[in-house]
């Protein structure tokens, strides 16, 4: 069963204060160089379902409930064990 990577941002037109708020505060801390901060999210998921339909119910699946299509873009691709989210 693939695992997904799904990663949602506010599309760059909409103003995403928590991003400013980052980029504002890293030359602070001692980070500089940064612009363009933009804050998101990302989620992991496994699905069972691969090729076209994998594909189908993944966009189904951001396009109708996980993100809000109006405001926001996502990204999404297939990761293996190796790349998951553990921190």
């Not at 693939?2 to 504002?24: C, N, S, W, Y």
Request: charged share 30%; glycine share 8%; net charge negative.
């Amino acid at each position: 069963m693939p695992r997904v990577a799904i990663d949602v941002l506010l599309k760059h037109e909409i103003l995403d204060p928590q991003g400013r708020a980052v980029e504002r505060a890293l030359p602070g801390l001692g980070f500089e160089g940064v612009s363009d901060v933009r804050i998101g999210k990302h989620l992991e998921l496994d699905v069972d379902a691969d090729g076209d339909d994998l594909a189908d119910r993944v966009s189904r699946m951001c396009a109708d409930f996980l993100t809000n299509p109006v405001i926001e873009t996502y990204t999404w691709r297939v990761i293996g064990d190796d790349q998951r989210a553990d921190a």
